[in-house]
């Protein structure tokens, strides 16, 4: 599963779409905003915490930062479904 995240509401924003692929058995890719790029080191020590209790594997989750080129690729990239949050003038 690959997601696309904007900046505001980020703890929401992510955590939402990732823990519907956790909870559903998928791996997922979330592309966030590069203006909450920061957040990321944040987001995932949690989920790494919470992948660690039960066992699993970290790489379950992963984050890329980038543009509208690394949107596009992650869209592009052969995942079967993408979670877009936000509105199509933003890309």
Not at 58 to 82: H, I
């Amino acid at each position: 599963i690959g997601a696309i995240v904007p900046w505001n509401y980020p703890f929401h924003n992510v955590f939402n779409p990732v823990s519907a692929a956790l909870f559903s058995g998928n791996a997922i890719v979330i592309k966030v905003s590069e203006y909450a790029s920061w957040s990321i080191r944040y987001y995932k020590a949690i989920i790494d915490g919470c992948l660690d209790a039960v066992g699993a594997p970290r790489d379950l989750v992963q984050f890329v930062v980038g543009y509208g080129a690394t949107g596009s690729a992650l869209v592009t990239s052969g995942v079967d479904k993408v979670i877009f949050v936000g509105s199509p003038s933003v890309g």
